[in-house]
Structures are given as C-alpha cells and as structure tokens.
C-alpha cells in the first residue's frame, strides 16, 4: 500500500491559513515554565489494551520506558502526518541506546476504516518505533476517557464521508507509568528530543 505523505504535510502548512479544527483539551502543556510534573494538571492516565492486528498490546508491555501516546487516524489530512513526521524526525536524532527506551503508540480513533494492513504501513513509514494500535469503539473510549482526550465524527462532503476531529495533543507517560507531558502540537524536533531526553 502506498501512502503519499507529502501532500499532506502541505495541506496542513495551507490548513493553518484555513483555520481546521480540532481538540486541544490540554490547556496546561509542557511547555508552562516554572511547573513541575507533580503542579500540572495532567490526566490520569494509566494502563491499557488494544490491538495491533489480532495481537493485543498493552502500555505495561513498555514499563521502564519513555511512552508517547497520540490520537488520530490514517486519513488524517493534516494534524496527524505532521504530528508523527516531527516525532519521528526527533527519534532520529536519538542515539540507539536512547532510542531503545522509547516507544510511541499511536491510537486510530477510526477504527471502521484503519485496518491492520493500513495501520501498519502508515505507522511503519513514519519510523520503526512506532505502533498503530485500535480496537472496538467501548475499548478506545475507555482510553480517550483515562487521558482526557477527545474525539467526534464530522460529516464531510468529500470521497472519504467523514473525518474525525481529535485530540491534538501528545500525552508523555514517565517510565513509572504516569503522565509526565503533555507536547502541544507543532512543537518543534528539538524541543520534542530535549523532553525525550530529559526524562532517560
């Protein structure tokens, strides 16, 4: 399968413009200076599991490493490609023995349509380390409720039906299990790399 990611980067640069929409529920980002994890109001969070295909994958799985968790969905035509092409531009500059202790899990809110094969070659261009997981729709509210996200069907004139507004935020679990971060989207590859780092 093949995914043309370019034109959707461009589409978000012109979507700017355009003012798309969507989620933004974390008001208290990592980037309020002066504030330690423990004074944010950071979700709760917590531990969960969904599936990779037909096999399950939980967040334990991952303990003692630094998580990255991201709502979305593969016909994303902005806020997504961007999302995970700055986080993978910043795994890059990660060592191996750094990169090893990193894990980003992206959840497709969309599951009617990202199935295994599609979820797999969209996660896999971006970079290695970063898994596509779903379920049914009980199983990712459960997860969108534990990490205050959030996300709607929005009827769409074009081929696709509908696109699905989301949470743009991505939610940084600590190698204890909680909620450390929470990055803003459009933060930039080296301010997303110094929290990696920060927390090895």
Known sequence: ??????????????????????????????????????????????????????????????????????????????????????????????????????????ISVDPDRDNVEKLHDYTKYFHPNIVGVTGTKSEIDEVVKKYGAAYRKVKSDSAMGYLVDHSASIYVVGKNGKVVDMLPHGLPVEAITKTIRQLL
């Open 1 to 106: 399968m093949k995914i043309i990611l370019p034109l959707a980067v461009i589409a978000f640069i012109l979507g700017i413009s355009l003012g798309l929409t969507y989620f933004d529920v974390d008001k208290n980002n990592g980037n309020n200076k002066g504030l330690n994890a423990s004074q944010m109001n950071y979700p709760a969070g917590g531990n969960f599991t969904l599936h990779e295909g037909d096999k399950s994958v939980s967040l334990s799985d991952y303990d003692g490493k630094i998580r990255f968790i991201f709502f979305g969905y593969t016909s994303c035509p902005d806020i997504c490609p961007t999302s995970l092409a700055f986080v993978s531009s910043s795994l890059k500059q990660l060592t191996p023995k750094e990169l090893a202790q990193v894990k980003v899990f992206f």
